[in-house]
């Protein structure tokens, strides 16, 4: 499957507030459904909505949060976290509240965790059914610095204004553009990380030119390949030629972390003939821990097995057993003394930088995911029956996305890795760390 990132994807743009002040209301104006209930009671279970919009040609989708932003328990930390977490994910807020209550507890909660986010913030005052009042009731949360609009939804009134103000303020819908990733180059001493630089700098097909904003004693190099631009990241340290003498795994494991930490992808270079060991595991962990793209690579196979078959099956068994938490990694084989694999390794590291860039249009992605839990639902927690309600994807590289369901403490671990490995195999995110949180939705 081609990761060409032409998709595009519309801003997600969610409405949050206490229960009952308006939230489906707005929704269900702005959306134009009728058939979602608007009950008048505090405490009403209802699903996530989510529902595309297309107004005055910006498209967005809307995101009625229901159940994650009512919790009365928004006070207590964990529920923070995820609210917070989720609202990470969006482009946009609409924080709805209830003119007639005024400020409560709760609203200076939502608007702090909100506010908090960066995002563009918008408060609406809903319930200002006479005109005259508006000023009275939005002098409360003047204090607060953000947009405000007054609103009557149930007299359609202040809801052009929340458009406007989403038109306004949504980016362009999302074309991920990828330039320039970082490489770090990591492993034991003497597997011939510096000989893999220089093979890789010192080839024909690269052209180390002067890339503005580089300069000459800068401990990383820039790059191109196939017309690609790279940045190699602390080759300064792994060029150095008198770094034998301070070769000790521990300054070496030092600075990988460094260099781990700058870095988009990361090679993890092991010795072939030899395979990886409990170390490069470790190396691996700081890897995964720092939510990294990872390519391990095979170096010295000019010595391997003369059956190369035989020899790659071997390594890819090492793989599996040694980084048992992680075993489809991406594994490419090179030879730094005869120049092999080069050419695939940096194949490999296009395709890991696409899978990073990964993005999926929020619709897509509920469909797919609906679909594989019909087929295999969550086994029942207890005597809880496990439902999921939406599914997004957050900002975060590797692609990560979060799960709503009633019960996230219900989720086992081999249900999330039966839903990662149905996710990688259908959008060919093998060999990518992705991540799927589960939070609380009622
Ligand atoms: P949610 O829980 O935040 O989604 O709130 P709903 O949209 O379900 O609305 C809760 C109640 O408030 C319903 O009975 C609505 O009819 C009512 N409501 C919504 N907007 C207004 C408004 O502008 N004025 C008045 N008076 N009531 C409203
Ligand atoms: P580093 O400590 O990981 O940077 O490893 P070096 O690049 O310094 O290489 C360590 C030793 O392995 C040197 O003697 C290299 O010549 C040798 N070496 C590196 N890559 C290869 C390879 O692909 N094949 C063979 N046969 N030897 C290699």
């Known amino acids: 499957m081609s990761q060409e990132m032409t998709t595009e994807f519309a801003p997600k743009v969610a409405i949050i507030g206490r229960p009952n002040v308006g939230k489906s209301t707005l929704f269900n104006i702005i959306t134009g459904t009728r058939k979602a209930v608007v009950k008048d009671q505090a405490g009403v279970t209802r699903d996530i909505m989510i529902a595309p919009v297309e107004v005055w040609g910006k498209q967005f989708d809307l995101i009625d949060t229901g159940g994650i932003t009512e919790a009365g328990d928004i006070f207590s930390k964990l529920i923070k976290e995820q609210v917070t977490d989720f609202l990470h994910s969006v482009d946009l807020i609409v924080a709805v509240m209830d003119g007639r209550s005024g400020l409560l507890p709760e609203d200076r909660d939502i608007i702090r965790v909100a506010k908090q986010t960066g995002k563009p913030f918008l408060l609406v005052i809903n319930k200002v059914d006479r005109v005259q009042d508006d000023d009275m009731f939005k002098a409360d949360f003047y204090e607060f610095g953000v947009d405000i609009v007054s609103a009557s939804f149930e007299q359609r009134r202040g809801v052009s204004d929340v458009l406007e103000w989403i038109t306004n303020n949504t980016p362009e819908n999302q074309v991920v553009i990828q330039e320039g990733l970082n490489i770090a180059i990591v492993g034991k001493p003497n597997v011939g990380k510096s000989s893999i630089c220089n093979a890789i700098l010192g080839s024909n097909r690269m052209i180390v030119s002067d890339i503005a904003g580089t300069t000459i004693d800068s401990v990383d190099t820039p790059l191109v390949f196939n017309g690609k631009r790279y940045n190699l990241v602390d080759t300064a340290g792994l060029r150095k030629s008198a770094k034998r003498e301070d070769d000790l795994e521990i300054i070496s494991a030092f600075k990988s972390q460094e260099a781990i930490r700058r870095a988009n992808i990361v090679i993890l270079m092991v010795d072939g003939t030899i395979g990886p060991t409990d170390q490069d595991a470790r190396i691996m962990q700081a890897i995964l821990e720092d939510h990294k793209g990872v390519i ?113 403490d219900g989720v086992t671990n081999a249900y999330r890795r039966f839903l990662i490995k149905n996710m990688k195999e259908r959008f060919d995110l093998w060999g990518m760390p992705i991540r799927i949180f589960c939070m609380k939705s009622r």
């Open 296 to 408: 391990v690579v095979a170096n010295k196979s000019d010595l391997g097995n003369k059956e190369v078959p035989e020899y790659r099956k071997t390594f890819r068994e090492q793989v599996e057993r040694v980084f048992h938490f992680f075993t489809d990694v991406h594994v490419v084989f090179t030879s730094a003394k005869t120049n092999q694999g080069i050419e695939d390794l940096f194949e490999m590291i296009e395709h890991v930088g696409n899978q990073l860039a990964f993005r999926i249009p929020t619709a897509e992605l509920n469909d797919f995911f609906f679909e594989t839990i019909r087929k295999a639902p969550a086994p029942v927690w207890g005597t809880t029956n496990v439902k999921f309600y939406y599914v997004t994807q957050t900002y975060q590289r590797p692609p990560a996305f979060i799960a709503f369901a009633n019960s996230p």
